[in-house]
């Protein structure tokens, strides 16, 4: 009798990046070029975070949660690099699936992220299972520009328009904190612009000369 074998959908992401330090790029309207292009010359890993690949194609990550990111942009086939979903509605159009294993906190298990609401976090979830030993948030504002825009590009089409739960988001990211320091694990925001004052906040030239 022969036995079914079960195969798992989920990948287990490789510590790859031991000790290094990754650079985790969200899509706010802080974000700059020049930003990015500092990063990267100075040789840190690059998460992109949905759109910020517009700005980071050359990312060494892309990261969405939600399946429709990957269908509105047909999985974003001018990304090569590796990219990561937990919506199994995702599969087939681009990402490799991770689980979601719950809303606050961080997941130690390589096969999952916790979500706290947002891509961004469940991105810093990603960067502690390559093995990085400095998280650098970027671009993340948790809110909209004095302009009203809330991505760097602007808007999106009015039929494409969400509206992001911020104040829900903000009241996770606190539980991230412990977990990262136990695992001495260091995550500084350095956004031009941000609502997230639970980080500390640090100049990103300091953040990647130390």
């Known amino acids: 009798m022969t036995t079914a ?3 798992s959908p989920y990948v287990t992401v490789p510590r790859a990046w031991e000790g290094e330090t990754a650079v985790v790029i969200a899509s706010g309207p802080s974000l700059t070029q020049a930003d990015i292009a500092y990063c990267r010359d100075r040789g840190a890993r690059l998460i992109a975070v949905k759109d910020a690949i517009r700005w980071a194609p050359f990312a060494d990550c892309l ?28 599969a087939g159009h681009g990402p490799l699936l991770l689980r979601n294993t719950g809303e606050s906190g961080l997941e130690l298990d390589p096969t999952g992220v916790r979500t706290g609401k947002n891509s961004t976090y469940q991105a810093v979830n990603l960067a502690v299972h390559y093995g990085v030993r400095r998280i650098v948030l ?6 909209h520009s004095p302009h009203g ?7 999106r089409p009015s ?3 969400v509206v992001s739960p911020f104040a829900a988001m903000l009241v996770v990211w606190p539980t991230l904190l412990a ?9 500084v925001n350095c956004s031009r612009q941000t609502a997230l004052r ?13």
């Open 63 to 90: 990261y969405g949660c939600d399946a429709t990111f990957w269908i509105r942009h047909r999985g974003v086939p001018e990304c090569v690099s590796v990219k990561y979903s937990i919506d199994p509605r995702a």
């Open 138 to 143: 970027l671009g993340l504002d948790m809110g």
């Open 198 to 210: 639970c980080v500390p906040q640090m100049a990103l030239e300091e953040a990647l000369e130390q």
């Open 179 to 187: 977990p990262l320091t136990a695992l001495g694990v260091q995550l």
């Open 159 to 161: 039929h494409q328009q």
């Open 149 to 155: 825009h809330k991505y760097f590009y602007g808007n």
């Open 5 to 7: 074998v079960t195969v």
